[in-house]
Structure formats: structure tokens, C-alpha cells
């Protein structure tokens, strides 16, 4: 099914144009300009994004030593790296990549396969809700709200599986709800809220040429920590107990929340170079001693 879905997409690009930048490059400026006609529907912006990539070319080629040489930069880095950890740390995707597998050691009368329907669903609409909300208000009061979203349904996960009976006995009650709510809530709230802001807030921390450099340090950040959260939850687990496990997540998003109130500058609403006179203001502990 799969292999379907990945044939059936991959088909159209086929008749895909090159991208516009990539024509250019190779000289076939025409090309690009007939492109970005279609694409913008009007050749005086075609001729304007050409004029871009122009002088985009003629700049120098960005020296990584150099750019760290800014003390901006420094801790532009510093606390984007901070955060990107935070967001993995918080215990979502052990969370959700061992969905099926929390939702059968509950042994409530809920289907997991139920269960795991209804927390996708509210997945995509969480994600979905995203849009809008970013474009009311701040990212760090989003922020800050979803990650107390978080350790709320963390505290229940580890609440249930505190007060759940023993040797696979039936649980009844508002028990048998509790961890699906509370599942649902870490889901939702990490979704709506620094799921879906994190790229956002990263890239907006960088300007310029250091915009390139700090993002890859970051996906690599991000996708390291992805890993060590997913591997070595179910070793968390057979150590300390899935309540313990739950209940040490829960602490991580109150520390980010303290870290974004402090650290975190806002950028809604702000130009790169706002943005980074913030991160100038903020005195590092180094800088205050």
C-alpha cells in the first residue's frame, strides 16, 4: 500500500520544471524566468526574484568560523540548541512512537486500536489549528501553554499507572479513561503549540548567512535526540517503572517553559534584525559575572 501511495505521488514530478534556482545556476536564466511567469503569474515579479538571485550569487561564500566569531550568532546557537533538545526531551515521541504499545499495557476495556485512531485524528487537527493560532498570538504564549498542556497529561499517564492493579486485573471506572485523556492532551498539546513552532522559532533566531548554518546544527540536534528518547524509553521503563518514567518527563516541560520565559526572546511580529538586537540585550551568565 505504501509503494502505491509513493508511485502515485511520485508520478507528477516527472512533469515537474526544474526549480527556478536551480535553471539559473546553470545558466539557463530563460528557463527560470518562464518558471517563476507561472509560478508568481506575472513576469515583473519573475524579473524581480531573477534580480534576487543575481545578487544572491554575487555574495561571498559563508565562512562557519567567521560566523561564530559573532557573539550574536553565539547565542543565537546557544539557545536554539537548548531549545531544539527541550522539544525532544519532553517525551513526545517516546510517547507516540510507542503509541500501541502504552495503550496495551493500560489492559483497560478501550481498544488500542480505537485509542490510536482518535489520538491521529486529534493529531492532524491540532496540527491543522496551528495556522491560525500563531497568527493571534505570541509563540512563547503558545508555547509555554502547550508545555503545561504536556505535563499535565504526562502527570496522569504516570498517576495511572501508579493506581492501576496489578497481575493484568480490570480497570474500571474514571481510571479506564484516564490514560487515552491524558495521551490525547500530550498529543494535542505538543502538536498545537512547540511541535509545530519549533522550526518556526529556529529560524527566526538566525539572519543572514547564519540562518543556513544554525538550522542544520539544529536538525541534527533535533534528530539525535529523537533517536535517544525513542531507544532507550522502553530500557526507562523496565528500570524505573512506567510511572516514574511518565513523571520525570513531566518535570522537562516546566524547565522549558522557565527557559522560554527567561531565554527565549519573542519574534512574532519582529524583523530578523529585532530579533537578533533581543538576543544581543540577553546577558549570558558568563557576561553577568
Not at 561571498?60 to 550568532?73: D, H, M, S
Not at 522537562?252 to 512574532?268: A, D, G, S, V, Y
Request: hydrophobic share 45%.
Amino acid at each position: 500500500m505504501f509503494a502505491v501511495i509513493i508511485v502515485a505521488t511520485g508520478i507528477p514530478i516527472l512533469f515537474l520544471p526544474e526549480s527556478p534556482y536551480f535553471l539559473y545556476n546553470k545558466g539557463q536564466e530563460k528557463d527560470a524566468i518562464k518558471v517563476l511567469k507561472f509560478l508568481h503569474g506575472s513576469e515583473q515579479l519573475a524579473l524581480q526574484e531573477i534580480a534576487e538571485y543575481t545578487l544572491s550569487s554575487k555574495q561571498e561564500k559563508v565562512n562557519k568560523i567567521a560566523i561564530l566569531k559573532n557573539p550574536t550568532v553565539r547565542k543565537s546557537l546557544l539557545i536554539s540548541v537548548i531549545f531544539s533538545i527541550g522539544c525532544q526531551m519532553v517525551g513526545y515521541n517516546a510517547v507516540s512512537y510507542y503509541l500501541q504499545t502504552i495503550l496495551i499495557s493500560t489492559h483497560t476495556s478501550i481498544m488500542p486500536e480505537i485509542a490510536s485512531v482518535i489520538i491521529g485524528v486529534i493529531q492532524f487537527v491540532s496540527s491543522f489549528l496551528t495556522m491560525y493560532t500563531t497568527d493571534r498570538f505570541g509563540r512563547k504564549i503558545i508555547m509555554i501553554t502547550s508545555l503545561i498542556g504536556m505535563t499535565i497529561g504526562l502527570i496522569g499517564l504516570g498517576t495511572f499507572f501508579k493506581l492501576k492493579p496489578h497481575d493484568n486485573e480490570p480497570v474500571h471506572g474514571f481510571l479506564n479513561n484516564l490514560p487515552l485523556i491524558s495521551l490525547v492532551i500530550v498529543v494535542y498539546c505538543y502538536n498545537a503549540g512547540v511541535g509545530s513552532l519549533v522550526w518556526v522559532t529556529v529560524t527566526e533566531l538566525f539572519d543572514g548567512p547564519a540562518r543556513a548554518f544554525g538550522v542544520a546544527v539544529n536538525l541534527g540536534v533535533n534528530t539525535t535526540f529523537i533517536f535517544l528518547t525513542t531507544k532507550y524509553f522502553p530500557m526507562l521503563i523496565n528500570e524505573v517503572g512506567p510511572a516514574t518514567t511518565y513523571w520525570s518527563f513531566a518535570v522537562i516541560p516546566i524547565l522549558m517553559c522557565l527557559f522560554i520565559i527567561f531565554f527565549l526572546p519573542e519574534t512574532k511580529g519582529k524583523s530578523f534584525g529585532e530579533i537578533q538586537e533581543d538576543i544581543a540585550k540577553k546577558k549570558t551568565k558568563e557576561e553577568i559575572e
